[in-house]
């Protein structure tokens, strides 16, 4: 299994990101897909999710400006970061909704930095 998350970055208040996260080991286009994060000091959260047929929710933090989408031909699910705000600074990670079990344990791959700076 790899899950690998890119695009993050450094970016002023109110700027945006694009994060890609590319998957393989999995049969991507049948299972949920979710956009986690994790900032310091705080537990992992999941702020996005999408579905096999498509249907998506949000977090309350970041309703109405991210946007999670998915290319199943690519086994790739993208995040599309709006009007960010400096506490969305967190380490950003794609996973299966829920996430990916290896050896009893959740499975975590690669996550991608996103620092906002006010």
């Known amino acids: 299994v790899q899950l690998q998350a890119f695009g993050g970055g450094l970016v002023q208040a109110g700027g945006s990101l694009r994060l890609s996260c590319a998957v393989s080991?999995?049969?991507?286009?049948?299972?949920?897909m979710g956009w986690y994060r994790q900032a310091p000091g705080k537990q992992r959260e999941l702020v996005a999710t999408i579905t096999s047929s498509g249907s998506i929710n949000y977090s309350d933090s970041v309703k109405g400006r991210f946007a999670i989408s998915r290319d199943n031909a690519k086994n790739t699910v993208y995040l599309q970061m709006n009007s960010l705000k400096p506490e969305d600074t967190a380490v950003y990670y794609c996973n299966e909704d829920p996430p990916v079990v290896v050896g009893f344990m959740d499975y975590w791959g690669k996550g991608t930095q996103v620092t906002v700076s006010s």
């Open positions: 080991g999995r049969i991507f286009s049948i299972n949920s």
